[in-house]
């Protein structure tokens, strides 16, 4: 006798197992994602999706595939570029002591101002239209930041005075006189340079 709950059983996992992405096509995605990030941190100016194809080595008909316009493409960048930034922030305090996280974290910074550069006039389009939301991310990054100060303050390792503010101001101006990749060396210096400065003196009070 045929047991209906077995068949049953079986109806839903073939149901989820069709919702469910194949792991080859989430690694291919990821691949077109990495690419596409590499492409638009370099580019003068904004990349077209053949030049992304290209690069990433695959058809266009493949990109798109995986990414049905230009716009789907460029959120999925922009969320990836966030996501590193705010779970970068807690992995890198796993390894590091917080003031070496906190320079890491500048550059994984300086990697998403650089993305953020080569896709800007999509980007602008769509937060313009509210498919992104620029307040939202501010407060996500701010919150990364935040996150590598309260320990560096209990380490004793950052300055006690210093805002998440203070310091994505200063970033953003960093970037902003020294864009990568262009100008990668000028901005490690004046990275390093930031860093000394987050560093408490001897007379800085005990946190």
């Given at each position: 006798m045929?047991?209906?709950?077995?068949?049953?059983?079986?109806s839903?996992?073939?149901?989820?197992?069709?919702?469910?992405?194949?792991?080859?096509?989430?690694?291919?995605?990821?691949?077109?994602?990495?690419?596409?990030?590499?492409?638009?941190?370099?580019?003068?100016?904004?990349?077209?999706?053949?030049?992304?194809?290209?690069?990433?080595?695959?058809?266009?008909?493949?990109?798109?595939?995986?990414?049905?316009?230009?716009?789907?493409?460029?959120?999925?960048?922009?969320?990836?570029q966030?996501?590193?930034?705010?779970?970068?922030?807690?992995?890198?305090?796993?390894?590091?002591?917080?003031?070496?996280?906190?320079?890491?974290?500048?550059?994984?910074?300086?990697?998403?101002?650089?993305?953020?550069?080569?896709?800007?006039?999509?980007?602008?389009?769509?937060?313009?239209?509210?498919?992104?939301?620029?307040?939202?991310?501010?407060?996500?990054?701010?919150?990364?930041i935040?996150?590598?100060?309260?320990?560096?303050?209990?380490?004793g390792?950052?300055?006690?005075?210093?805002?998440a503010?203070?310091?994505?101001?200063?970033?953003?101006?960093?970037?902003?006189?020294?864009?990568?990749?262009?100008?990668?060396?000028?901005?490690?210096?004046?990275?390093?340079?930031?860093?000394?400065?987050?560093?408490?003196?001897?007379?800085?009070?005990?946190?």
């Open positions: 045929r047991d209906p709950n077995t068949n049953g059983a079986r839903v996992s073939a149901r989820a197992a069709a919702r469910a992405p194949r792991a080859d096509a989430v690694r291919n995605r990821d691949q077109l994602l990495a690419v596409a990030a590499r492409v638009f941190m370099s580019a003068d100016a904004e990349p077209s999706m053949r030049a992304i194809a290209r690069a990433a080595g695959v058809g266009i008909a493949t990109l798109y595939r995986h990414f049905p316009t230009r716009e789907s493409l460029v959120d999925s960048v922009y969320q990836d966030v996501g590193r930034l705010t779970t970068g922030a807690r992995e890198l305090l796993a390894q590091l002591p917080p003031a070496a996280a906190l320079r890491r974290w500048m550059d994984l910074f300086g990697d998403w101002i650089a993305a953020k550069n080569g896709m800007l006039d999509t980007l602008l389009a769509m937060i313009e239209s509210g498919e992104i939301t620029h307040a939202r991310t501010r407060t996500e990054l701010l919150a990364a935040g996150t590598i100060l309260d320990a560096g303050r209990a380490a390792d950052l300055r006690s005075d210093v805002t503010e203070d310091i994505a101001a200063a970033l953003i101006g960093t970037f902003t006189v020294a864009p990568r990749p262009a100008r990668a060396d000028t901005a490690a210096r004046l990275l390093d340079l930031l860093l000394d400065g987050l560093r408490p003196s001897r007379a800085d009070p005990a946190p």
